[in-house]
């Protein structure tokens, strides 16, 4: 089975890049992409350019139209995405599916 994740952010909330406590604030994400690569598990993954970088793409009356920026003002916005390979185990036997 393969899972996505989505990761969310609110923009310039937490530690930001640069700084020590953004190292020790990434260090589990890290730690966890190192394990699903060496494990071979990992489909793929990658950062994504922000919010300000957006286009919103819309089709009206068959005509395609592009506005620059998002079509909905958030708090937060997708970040990043991973994609990994996983077993799962059912609760009737531990028996990988």
Known sequence: M?????????P?????PGTAEFGAFMKGYGDFTQKVKADRKLVAGDALQGIETATT?????G?????DGPFA??????VAITCWI??????????PQ
């Open 12 to 16: 310039n909330s937490g530690p930001q």
């Open 57 to 61: 793409v819309s089709v009206r009356s």
């Open 2 to 10: 393969q899972f996505m994740c989505l990761i969310y952010s609110a």
């Open 63 to 67: 005509k395609a139209e592009t506005i």
């Open 86 to 95: 996983a077993q799962i185990r059912t609760k009737r036997s531990n028996t």
């Open 73 to 78: 003002e958030t708090k937060n916005s997708l």
